[in-house]
């Protein structure tokens, strides 16, 4: 048997009603509550199980739509829908996640139910400098790979002045390994004599 999303996302997101929501969207995957301020979007993908929560301001275009994760992010706040998404294939599951969701919007969501402004506009910056900070490690890491490839490779061909300007750019990211065959191969060129 299916579980019933909606019924049970709705017992789950009751408080919004007492928070002046009006439930204005509902189908099999899917509910949109409305204030006059702001919105709480649920979907449920049946396919993975994946359950999200978007709040975002009324009239706000979907670049300006955030979920609980980027919410909770931003308060650091330590719960489990933080660190990985949650999801639920049958109803038992897809009832306690919804209450985990319920629970956590109604205790660390509140500027944003309130329709706060700043509230939205600080977790705008706050995501931008995310992606900013995730797209700068992502091109470290990718850079960083290039290195070692080459690095190895080196090693591999006894080329320990290679090696050395290699990892030496890297130094201060290098694994215990790459540490030692760094220090290996500025032993062997002191040995031979190259500057």
Same mark, same amino acid.
């Given at each position: 048997?299916?579980?019933?999303?909606?019924?049970?996302?709705?017992?789950?997101?009751?408080? !919004?009603?007492?928070?002046?929501?009006?439930?204005?969207?509902?189908?099999?995957?899917?509910?949109?509550?409305?204030?006059?301020?702001?919105?709480?979007?649920?979907?449920?993908?049946?396919?993975?199980?994946?359950?999200?929560?978007?709040?975002?301001?009324?009239?706000? /275009?979907?670049?300006?739509?955030?979920?609980?994760?980027?919410? !909770?992010?931003?308060?650091?706040?330590?719960?489990?829908?933080?660190? +990985?998404?949650?999801?639920?294939?049958?109803?038992?599951?897809?009832?306690?996640?919804?209450?985990?969701? +319920? +629970?956590?919007?109604?205790?660390?969501?509140?500027?944003?139910?309130?329709?706060?402004?700043?509230?939205?506009?600080?977790?705008?910056?706050?995501?931008? /400098?995310?992606?900013?900070? !995730?797209?700068?490690?992502?091109?470290?890491?990718?850079?960083?790979?290039?290195?070692?490839?080459?690095?190895?490779?080196?090693?591999?061909?006894?080329?320990?002045?290679?090696?050395?300007? !290699?990892?030496?750019?890297?130094?201060?990211?290098?694994? +215990? /390994?790459?540490?030692?065959?760094?220090?290996?191969?500025?032993?062997?060129?002191?040995?031979?004599?190259?500057?």
């Amino acid at each position: 048997m299916r579980p019933r999303f909606g019924d049970l996302a709705e017992r789950a997101f009751a408080f !919004l009603s007492d928070a002046g929501f009006q439930l204005t969207r509902s189908d099999p995957h899917r509910l949109l509550y409305e204030s006059s301020r702001s919105f709480v979007d649920l979907d449920w993908d049946d396919r993975s199980g994946e359950i999200g929560v978007w709040v975002g301001l009324i009239g706000a /275009s979907r670049h300006d739509t955030f979920s609980l994760t980027d919410l !909770l992010d931003m308060l650091d706040v330590d719960v489990p829908a933080r660190v +990985a998404p949650l999801h639920a294939m049958d109803e038992d599951r897809l009832t306690s996640c919804l209450q985990r969701l +319920a +629970a956590d919007t109604q205790a660390y969501a509140g500027a944003a139910l309130a329709g706060d402004p700043e509230f939205f506009r600080s977790l705008g910056v706050f995501r931008t /400098s995310k992606a900013v900070k !995730l797209t700068k490690e992502y091109e470290k890491g990718h850079e960083q790979g290039l290195v070692r490839a080459a690095a190895e490779q080196a090693w591999r061909d006894h080329a320990f002045d290679t090696v050395a300007h !290699l990892f030496g750019t890297i130094e201060h990211d290098l694994t +215990a /390994s790459e540490r030692g065959k760094l220090t290996y191969a500025r032993r062997q060129i002191a040995k031979s004599g190259q500057p």
